[in-house]
């Protein structure tokens, strides 16, 4: 994935961690993640690390 706009409010970042926290909390209690979750991860996973954006960089 790649971001063409490095553009991003301070507040959404800080909303987007935590709401990520809140999703690999509630994964973490229900155990087995579904297909869809499981394909998106390889997907993810697949992904160049020089794709990636630093937090330096946002």
Known sequence: ???????IDTKDFKQLI???????N???SE???T????KELA???AEKK???LS???L
Do not use: F, H, Q, T
């Open 1 to 7: 994935m790649k971001i063409e706009n490095s553009n």
């Open 18 to 24: 935590r709401d990520v926290a809140l999703i690999k």
């Open 26 to 28: 509630i994964l973490v």
């Open 31 to 33: 155990g087995e993640l």
């Open 35 to 38: 297909n869809w979750a499981k």
């Open 43 to 45: 997907k993810a996973r």
């Open 50 to 52: 020089e794709d990636y």
């Open 55 to 57: 937090l330096e960089e």
